[in-house]
């Protein structure tokens, strides 16, 4: 891939690093797909980090009370998100026997492993403990960081108690590395916000930026369910999960989950 001796200018590809980047795929077999498949992961890999990028940005914004700014990110992060969601697309393409070309190299490996998928899922909230373990955060200090950083819904609460809302001091003060749990006192707060749109435009919009980013992955967690279905039914999935069955309960998790259980009070 090299442009070595090229009478044309490669300051593009010097300047992004293509010649590393295509130096990246080394499939392990003879099937035809594994690149495919390697390719589409990394691609998965990079559009977490930018969706990374754009929540992380979102987070200072708000702890700036600059909410505009931070809808402005959100909305990027949305974009980014769907690109990931598309993803699935391609590898979807694969069949069940094309799969399994090659799936025994994946041995225990796990896309839930990645390093960027876990601080995504950290930035956004969810701090679940079965997500990490202390050999993952001692390999990787960005994500003990991430871990034991406030998250975009703790920045998010902080603000609108700033605002003048009633979040309770417990959650504004709590322990960010602590899972979160769904707060009646923070849906009513939500509730207020969304009877009374035009005295809280900017909350709301917040809101509602933030309701289209747990749209969107949510919505990503159910083509990978589908995918998976797909190629591998009832097995036993990559990392010794428990497949389908573990990815359907996933799927069940919500972030800023009071956004979603309020409409039922409106």
């Known amino acids: 891939m090299s442009g070595a001796g090229c009478p044309y200018d490669n300051q593009y590809v ?9 130096s990246l795929q080394e499939p392990r077999t003879d099937s035809p797909f594994e690149m495919s498949f390697i390719l589409i ?21 708000l702890r700036e009370d600059r909410p505009e700014a931070a809808c402005r990110a959100l909305g990027r992060a949305v974009r980014s998100q769907r690109v990931l969601i598309s993803s699935w697309e391609s ?13 025994e190299i994946l041995g225990q490996a796990s896309g839930t492993q990645s390093f ?12 679940d403990l079965t997500m990490v373990r202390t050999s993952d955060l001692d390999a990787f200090p960005q994500l003990r960081a991430e871990w034991e950083r406030p998250s975009l819904y703790d920045e998010v609460l902080r603000f609108l108690a700033r605002a003048g809302l009633p979040v309770p001091e417990r959650l ?19 509730t207020t916000v969304y009877r009374a749109p ?13 309701l289209e980013v747990a749209y969107q ?10 995918v998976v279905e797909r190629m591998l039914g009832g097995k036993r999935g990559s990392g010794g999960s428990d497949g389908a069955a573990w990815l359907r309960a996933v799927n069940e998790h919500r972030f800023f989950p009071e956004l979603w259980t309020m409409r039922s009070a409106l």
């Open 172 to 190: 504004t003060d709590r322990d960010p590395s602590a899972p979160y749990t769904s707060d009646l006192d923070v849906e009513k707060v939500w």
């Open 14 to 22: 010097d300047y992004a690093r293509m010649d590393d980047l295509h």
């Open 91 to 103: 590898m979807n393409a694969l069949t069940v026997d094309e799969f399994l070309g090659f799936r």
């Open 116 to 127: 960027m998928y876990r601080m995504l899922e950290f930035a956004l909230g969810n701090r």
């Open 41 to 61: 992961s990394q691609v998965k890999e990079l559009l977490f980090r930018m969706v990374y990028l754009e929540v992380d940005q979102a987070r200072a914004r």
């Open 198 to 210: 035009g005295e809280f435009r900017t909350v709301y919009d917040l809101a509602e930026q933030l």
């Open 217 to 226: 992955f949510s919505h990503w967690r159910a083509a990978h369910l589908l």
